[in-house]
């Protein structure tokens, strides 16, 4: 389990999911309490500055405005007038500087827990994903944090603040009409923005998703860039990825005509407001209820009120995309995990490396069944082999023992221990796997080979690549040990990721060790060299062979052969023949297969 993703994942309170996201924001963000109150006082210090402007305007107007205005004290409010408007400036600035931290430590901070509870999620999740699209939100997510925050504390509050200030101070200096029009006006304002925003977030939303499922398509088709290629599918390739674009510009364009209807329904308001608001002020100065300097007053405040206002309707629709995109992104830390240390789980124990299935059943889906009540044991030191037809079950039995998924019946124990109870970090430390399917880091032979330890020393590494039979492949190399490998290693021949991955896993060390089908791609002579050295490698270590080609598992101490999630024999491979069951069968039509490519 990792503590940092739950310390700072408290449960989602009930109610609106807008609302959840927004909360789960705060412990965040309330770790650096001094920074948020420093930045909300320097906040509402600049707003008192830029609400106390028009009220000085006034008073110069007013002081001017006399028959024989006298010179000290209109500059004296010139000089106030000057030092506000620096004073709103600056505080605004301080306040962006000294938030900036908690914002990008926020940012880092969710991120990395996104990043760690993925890791954490079970490999039925990553079997299932799409990478791009999971990209795509966590992306899209981690920018959307930095203007939720950005809108909510410094666009939306200060705005609404002043606004407040604005009707509170026409109230008493003027008279309640204006303080009237100034929040019925808001009120409209924002009851228009509200509505029709919450209307057209369903677009949005919409669209979102059709870029994220697009972005994943074209992932996906670019990963299998040479299948596409064998097929000669770019057409139908290209047919795939115009139809997910053709919805999200539909969406699009429904977002963008929403977009002018808002926008016009906010300029009607505003215009409106404005107006009456003018034509009140400019009446009182005609009948010397108002003085010139209070028409000005009026004015200034609009125009200050109203600009920042304006953009109301445009921060409420970021707040919203915003907190989609959050919610997306929080949606990912809310999935369950499938596979989860036990409250009391204790680091595994290994002191012989004695591996034992007791009735295992097992199912990927409930309705398709896998392992029927499988027990064997693998003696400390002994290698036990699994073979059997596709489907069988005997990848099944390593993805069990690496605890990828939990067993639905029966247990495995290591030295006694039930894997369930102790922690999945010192249960995969004492387990190494040399899976069928190679997949390398995008980096160069020396990263992936030191990933199986990364501390280890380099002599180490170049053991481990001397062990593989790889050390004289990569030293030929004009690059070396600082060959790019490429994407996924494609730059690498089937049977040099395979040593490459052979050799890091001797570099790990293991107790334990799964071979997967682990010479499948290496052709025969590699493959006989290879064998020896993994046998040799397996005699020191608890073993798991799971083959498909029988010549690899002759010298096991054990062979269990599978059909139908079931183990129908098992014995040595001399005493196996000897029985001329299944087995039996099935090596003499390998022979005789090798014998014809021969």
Known sequence: MHPAVHSHSPPPPPGDPSLRSISRLFPYLWEFRGRVLLALALLVGAKLASVAVPLVLKDIIDSLNKPRPELVLPLAFIVSYGLLRFVSTTFADLRDVVFAK????????????????????????????????????????????????????????????????????????????????????????????????????????????????????????????????????????????????????????????????????????????????????????????????????????????????????????????????????????????EVEDAPDARDLDVVAGEVRFEHVSFAYNADRPILHDVSFTIPAGRTVAAVGSSGAGKSTLARLLFRFYDVGAGSIRIDGQDIRQVTQDSLRAAIGVVPQDTVLFNDSIYYNIAYGRPDARRDEVLEAARAAHILHFIEALPQGWDTVVGERGLKLSGGEKQRVAIARTLLKNPAILILDEATSALDTKTEKAIQAELLEIARSRTSLIIAHRLSTVVEADEILVMEGGRIVERGRHTDLLEKNGVYAHMWALQQQAEEEVA
């Open 102 to 337: 908690v914002t990008q430590r926020a940012m880092r901070r969710i991120s990395m827990a996104v990043f760690q509870h993925l890791h954490a999620l079970s490999l039925r999740f990553h079997l299932e994903r799409q990478t791009g699209g999971i990209t795509r939100d966590i992306e899209r997510g981690s920018k959307a944090l930095s203007s939720l925050v950005g809108y909510l504390l410094f666009r939306i509050t200060p705005t609404v603040l002043e606004i407040l200030l604005v009707a509170g101070i026409l109230f008493v200096k003027l008279d309640w009409v204006f303080g009237v029009l100034t929040l019925i006006t808001l009120a409209a304002y924002i009851g228009f923005t509200v509505t029709i925003t919450e209307w057209r977030t369903q677009f949005v939303r919409r669209a979102n998703t059709l870029d994220s499922e697009a972005y994943g398509r074209a992932i996906d088709s670019l990963l299998n860039y040479e299948t596409v290629k064998y097929f000669g599918n770019e057409k139908y390739e290209a047919a795939r990825y115009d139809k997910s674009l053709i919805e999200w510009e539909d969406m699009a364009l429904k977002s963008q005509r929403s977009l002018g209807m808002l926008n016009a329904a906010q300029a009607g308001t505003i215009a409106v407001g404005v107006t009456l608001m003018v034509l009140r002020a400019a009446n009182g100065v005609v009948h010397g209820t108002l003085t010139l300097g209070d028409l000005v007053m009026v004015n200034a405040f609009l125009l200050q009120m109203f600009q920042p206002l304006s953009f109301l309707g445009v921060m409420y629709r970021q707040i919203k995309e915003s907190i989609t995109d959050v919610e997306r992104m929080f949606a990912l830390l809310q999935r369950p995990r």
